[in-house]
């Protein structure tokens, strides 16, 4: 399907609470049924509808889970943008060298996360230690 391309004056023109558009990372996106259900409240949104809220978007810290929230409710990207669909999951933008930007998507990291399986590996470990421990003393000291 066609990506429609927007201008920042037509996005300008949805910045009511019943028709709520902003601009985030090069994505157009219709908020409009998100107020209500937007975790920092409807507000934020209102004041940021009509314009490019990237760097609010970003300075708050959002997390992958938003990030990937901006998906559904994109409906075209910004004039001079370009975005790549594919199955990724991340969202992210980046400035080319001609000053024009293009919002592009980060593959996602399949890699298992050793670390994370290490963390929930040591207790058991360090636990069947002990237990074993407390197994073998008890056992020498009945044989004593
Ligand atoms: C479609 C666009 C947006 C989506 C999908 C979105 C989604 C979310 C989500 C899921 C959270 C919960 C915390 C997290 O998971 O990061 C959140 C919190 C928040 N968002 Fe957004 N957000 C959007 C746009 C914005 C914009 C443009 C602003 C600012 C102008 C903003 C300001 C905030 C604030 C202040 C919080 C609360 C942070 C906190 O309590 O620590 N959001 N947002």
Redesign the pocket.
Same mark, same amino acid.
Not at 34 to 48: N, W
């Given at each position: 399907m066609a990506t429609r391309v927007y201008t920042l004056s037509q996005v300008t023109q949805h910045k009511s609470k019943k028709d709520c558009w %902003?601009v985030?990372n090069g994505r157009v @996106?219709n908020?409009t049924k998100?107020l209500e259900e +937007?975790?920092?409240?409807e507000e934020? @949104?209102i004041?940021?509808a009509g314009k490019d809220?990237s760097k609010?978007?970003e300075v708050?810290? +959002?997390?992958k889970?938003?990030q990937k @929230? %901006?998906l559904k409710?994109q409906v075209g990207v910004l004039e001079g943008y370009t975005v790549q669909d594919g199955d990724s999951k991340e969202v992210g933008y980046k400035e080319a060298k001609s000053n024009e930007m293009s919002a592009f998507l980060i593959k996602d990291d399949s890699t298992p996360n050793y670390a994370a399986v290490l963390e929930f590996f040591v207790p058991f470990l360090v636990a069947g230690s002990y237990f074993c421990y407390r197994c073998l003393t008890r056992t020498a000291q009945i044989t004593i």
């Amino acid at each position: 399907m066609a990506t429609r391309v927007y201008t920042l004056s037509q996005v300008t023109q949805h910045k009511s609470k019943k028709d709520c558009w %902003l601009v985030i990372n090069g994505r157009v @996106l219709n908020v409009t049924k998100f107020l209500e259900e +937007h975790p920092g409240g409807e507000e934020v @949104l209102i004041e940021a509808a009509g314009k490019d809220a990237s760097k609010d978007f970003e300075v708050i810290g +959002h997390s992958k889970a938003a990030q990937k @929230l %901006l998906l559904k409710y994109q409906v075209g990207v910004l004039e001079g943008y370009t975005v790549q669909d594919g199955d990724s999951k991340e969202v992210g933008y980046k400035e080319a060298k001609s000053n024009e930007m293009s919002a592009f998507l980060i593959k996602d990291d399949s890699t298992p996360n050793y670390a994370a399986v290490l963390e929930f590996f040591v207790p058991f470990l360090v636990a069947g230690s002990y237990f074993c421990y407390r197994c073998l003393t008890r056992t020498a000291q009945i044989t004593i």
